[in-house]
């Protein structure tokens, strides 16, 4: 019975998969999870042979560990401005988050000592989340402000002191809805506490390959954009709010060119 049962399964995959595009979305994100806390296991005891426990450096690991995972979901990325950070010493990368597939570009383009700010609910993912610490992932509590700027603020010594670069998602959570979110201030506070400049990157959108709402997750293009960067030195906390409407402003303007979107004055966005 058993057996049957199998061979029931075996035959109603693949015809699932060849049916269904909601039964492909899930299995994708299913197997995106497992794929990624299966290699945290592995990388785990690499991390801790290499380094003895947290630190920046474990990145490398983690980069060179995820690289490959764009070909197992028929993902190409094409990066562009790759000039725009060759620049020495700590700096700021500020991006846009459409997904947790942000980490494929990511890893893409990561350069060395550079971690990220993230909310703290990530530490707990099981094993993603412990190599996330391995790693220096600066972990933020998003609904307490007070706490968060005081951990943003450790942060800005620590880039100086170790020289380490941080990549923050200033949107301040994931957005798929074909535009820029506003942005929140602390990368930029971040920045100028520590003069260091910001590295702005965009990714383009993902709605031609992966839909959260409508089950959707084909294969596609994932283009990056690095911009030049923008200098922070001299600036004050009065001129935050200025930093982040014009990096705001450069990155929509590249987000909708190599999206391939146009912004109808005050309407929505079409491709
Ligand atoms: C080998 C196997 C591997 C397997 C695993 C693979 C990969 C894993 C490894 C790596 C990948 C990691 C990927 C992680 C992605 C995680 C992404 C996220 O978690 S995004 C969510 C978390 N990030 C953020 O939220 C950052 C952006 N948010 C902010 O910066 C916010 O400003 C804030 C600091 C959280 C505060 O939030 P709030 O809503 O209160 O925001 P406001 O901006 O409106 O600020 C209010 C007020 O405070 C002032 N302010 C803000 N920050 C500061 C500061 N640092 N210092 C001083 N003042 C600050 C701000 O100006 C406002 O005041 P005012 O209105 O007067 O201007
Ligand atoms: C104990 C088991 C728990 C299992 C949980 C598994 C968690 C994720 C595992 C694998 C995914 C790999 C990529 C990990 C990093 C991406 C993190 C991410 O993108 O988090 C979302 C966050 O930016 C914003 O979240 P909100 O939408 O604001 O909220």
Redesign the pocket.
Known sequence: MDVVWMLLLLLLFPLLMWTSSTFVFYFKKFFYVAW??F??I??IPICLLKSGGRDVEN?R??RS??RHVKYLFGLRIEVSGWEHLQTEGPYVIISN?QS?L??LG??EILPDRC?????K??VYAG??GL??WL?G?VF???KK?SD??SV??DA?KTMLDEQIRL????????NQNGDLLP????????AV?AQVPIIPVVFSSYSSFYLRKEKQFKSGVIRLRILPKIETKGLT?DE??CLSDQSHSLMRTAFLEISGLVAKSNGPLKH
Not at 115 to 119: D, F
Not at 167 to 174: L, S
Request: aromatic share 6%; glycine share 6%.
């Open positions: 990624m806390m290699l945290a592995v990388g990145m690991i983690i560990m995820v988050h947790s942000d980490v990511m890893m971690t990220t700010i993230a909310k609910e990530l094993t993603v190599i996330c790693a992932i933020i509590n998003r402000t968060a700027k943003m603020a800005a990549w923050v998602f200033p949107e301040g959570t994931r942005f929140k201030k602390g990368a930029f506070h971040l506490q906390s935050v709010s």
